[in-house]
């Protein structure tokens, strides 16, 4: 980070010495105008990549792989939550948790398979519209 802020005031304010000091020199004037027109230009994009830099720098490739995993594998447990209440709903669960009530247990399952049915079907309602539209025109 010192290294990149060193390196933005030798571009607006160069230092006299070294092997650009010797006569006028075109870059010396036209690295400033160069480097703002870049930051105009990137705008907030130049920030979000400053940032993102610094922060693999400091964590590494690793913990900065760990978190985009980390973000996926949370997607995925909300999706697999999404889909376990789809398919499973705590009110056909719960009814199959009463050992004592046969009767209920049994109607739990069978809500269970008609709600899996009724999913399924709506599921593959769009593809046999399709199909038949494919159909029709052929």
């Known amino acids: 980070m010192h290294d990149l802020l060193r390196s933005a005031r030798e571009l607006v304010w160069p230092v006299n010495g070294g092997p650009r000091a010797h006569g006028p020199n075109a870059d010396r004037y036209l690295a400033p105008v160069v480097f703002l027109a870049i930051v105009l230009l990137a705008g907030p994009d130049l920030l979000a990549a400053v940032e993102l830099t610094t922060l693999l720098d400091l964590l590494g490739a690793t913990l900065f792989i760990m978190a985009f995993l980390v973000g996926h594998k949370m997607l995925a447990a909300a999706f697999v939550e999404f889909l376990r209440q789809l398919f499973l709903p705590s009110e056909f669960v719960t009814l199959l948790k009463l ?19 009724v999913v399924f079907i709506i599921a593959l309602a769009p593809v046999f519209v399709i199909r038949g539209l494919l159909i029709s025109l052929a």
């Open 99 to 117: 050992h004592r009530q046969p009767a209920a247990m049994a109607f739990g399952a069978l809500a269970i398979v008609f709600n899996g049915f």
